[in-house]
Protein backbone atom coordinates (compact mmCIF):
# COMPACT_ATOMS: atom_id res chain seq x y z
CA UNK A 1 0.00 0.00 0.00
CA UNK A 2 1.63 3.54 -0.91
CA UNK A 3 0.98 6.57 1.48
CA UNK A 4 -1.86 8.31 2.26
CA UNK A 5 -2.45 11.32 0.12
CA UNK A 6 -4.03 13.51 2.57
CA UNK A 7 -1.43 12.81 4.91
CA UNK A 8 -0.09 15.69 3.36
CA UNK A 9 -2.65 18.29 4.71
CA UNK A 10 -1.85 16.90 7.87
CA UNK A 11 0.58 20.02 8.84
CA UNK A 12 -1.63 22.62 7.46
CA UNK A 13 -4.61 24.92 8.86
CA UNK A 14 -6.99 27.18 7.47
CA UNK A 15 -7.17 30.77 8.85
CA UNK A 16 -10.28 31.71 10.56
CA UNK A 17 -10.60 35.21 9.43
CA UNK A 18 -10.10 34.56 5.56
CA UNK A 19 -10.00 30.64 4.93
CA UNK A 20 -6.32 31.12 3.49
CA UNK A 21 -4.25 27.66 4.22
CA UNK A 22 -1.13 27.85 6.73
CA UNK A 23 1.10 25.65 8.75
CA UNK A 24 -0.45 24.83 11.72
CA UNK A 25 1.23 26.88 14.55
CA UNK A 26 1.82 30.03 12.89
CA UNK A 27 1.50 33.17 14.61
CA UNK A 28 0.11 35.19 11.51
CA UNK A 29 -1.83 34.85 8.71
CA UNK A 30 0.55 35.46 5.28
CA UNK A 31 -2.42 36.86 4.05
CA UNK A 32 -4.54 38.53 6.10
CA UNK A 33 -2.71 39.45 8.31
CA UNK A 34 -4.66 38.63 11.34
CA UNK A 35 -2.32 37.32 14.64
CA UNK A 36 -3.68 33.93 15.67
CA UNK A 37 -2.05 33.99 18.97
CA UNK A 38 -1.15 35.76 21.64
CA UNK A 39 2.24 34.71 21.77
CA UNK A 40 3.57 37.88 20.01
CA UNK A 41 2.24 40.56 22.43
CA UNK A 42 3.72 41.42 25.55
CA UNK A 43 2.81 42.97 28.89
CA UNK A 44 2.98 46.49 29.42
CA UNK A 45 2.13 48.58 32.16
CA UNK A 46 -0.97 51.23 31.71
CA UNK A 47 0.32 54.70 31.08
CA UNK A 48 -0.37 56.97 33.84
CA UNK A 49 -2.51 59.94 32.96
CA UNK A 50 -0.83 62.78 32.09
CA UNK A 51 -1.50 66.68 33.87
CA UNK A 52 -2.41 69.08 31.34
CA UNK A 53 -1.21 72.91 32.48
CA UNK A 54 -3.98 75.18 32.10
CA UNK A 55 -2.45 77.82 30.42
CA UNK A 56 -4.00 81.54 29.12
CA UNK A 57 -4.85 81.76 25.55
CA UNK A 58 -2.38 83.87 23.45
CA UNK A 59 -3.66 86.02 21.33
CA UNK A 60 -2.46 85.66 17.87
CA UNK A 61 -2.48 89.14 16.66
CA UNK A 62 0.50 89.64 19.52
CA UNK A 63 2.55 88.22 16.64
CA UNK A 64 1.52 90.34 13.93
CA UNK A 65 4.44 91.84 11.65
CA UNK A 66 2.35 95.31 11.96
CA UNK A 67 3.90 98.20 14.67
CA UNK A 68 0.53 98.89 15.92
CA UNK A 69 0.62 95.62 18.50
CA UNK A 70 2.35 95.56 21.69
CA UNK A 71 4.85 93.45 22.67
CA UNK A 72 3.48 90.77 25.02
CA UNK A 73 5.10 90.85 28.17
CA UNK A 74 6.57 87.84 29.57
CA UNK A 75 8.01 86.40 32.82
CA UNK A 76 11.10 84.40 33.53
CA UNK A 77 12.76 82.85 37.05
CA UNK A 78 15.56 84.63 37.33
CA UNK A 79 18.21 83.81 40.09
CA UNK A 80 21.25 85.44 41.06
CA UNK A 81 22.83 81.91 41.55
CA UNK A 82 26.24 81.76 39.74
CA UNK A 83 27.64 78.16 39.10
CA UNK A 84 30.97 77.82 39.00
CA UNK A 85 32.18 74.93 36.23
CA UNK A 86 35.23 73.32 37.46
CA UNK A 87 37.59 70.09 35.43
CA UNK A 88 37.45 70.97 31.89
CA UNK A 89 40.16 71.95 29.58
CA UNK A 90 38.30 73.54 26.64
CA UNK A 91 39.38 77.32 26.91
CA UNK A 92 36.73 79.39 24.61
CA UNK A 93 37.99 82.73 25.10
CA UNK A 94 38.19 85.35 22.32
CA UNK A 95 41.97 86.66 21.37
CA UNK A 96 42.66 88.68 18.81
CA UNK A 97 44.31 86.78 15.95
CA UNK A 98 47.21 87.77 13.72
CA UNK A 99 45.52 86.69 10.93
CA UNK A 100 42.52 88.16 8.79
CA UNK A 101 39.33 86.95 8.36
CA UNK A 102 39.36 84.63 4.77
CA UNK A 103 36.40 86.96 3.78
CA UNK A 104 39.41 89.80 3.55
CA UNK A 105 42.30 87.99 2.19
CA UNK A 106 42.86 88.29 -1.75
CA UNK A 107 42.33 85.37 -3.39
CA UNK A 108 45.51 86.03 -5.20
CA UNK A 109 47.45 86.13 -2.07
CA UNK A 110 47.18 82.45 -0.47
CA UNK A 111 49.71 80.11 -0.67
CA UNK A 112 48.34 77.01 -2.59
CA UNK A 113 50.07 73.93 -3.73
CA UNK A 114 50.60 72.70 -6.76
CA UNK A 115 47.77 70.28 -7.87
CA UNK A 116 48.46 66.75 -8.72
CA UNK A 117 49.25 65.14 -12.55
CA UNK A 118 46.84 62.11 -11.85
CA UNK A 119 46.52 61.39 -15.58
CA UNK A 120 50.17 59.52 -15.48
CA UNK A 121 48.65 57.35 -12.80
CA UNK A 122 49.90 53.55 -13.93
CA UNK A 123 47.06 51.42 -12.83
Given at each position: ????????????????????????????????????????????????????????????M?????????????????????????????????????????????????????????S????
Amino acid sequence: MGKDPLQLFATIAACPTCGCFELKGSVRCSECGTFHSGIHMEERATPTETVHIEREPVDPMAYSLSGSQALPEESFEETEELVHWGGGSSDFTMEDADEPPLSRVDPDELELPDPEDLSRIDS
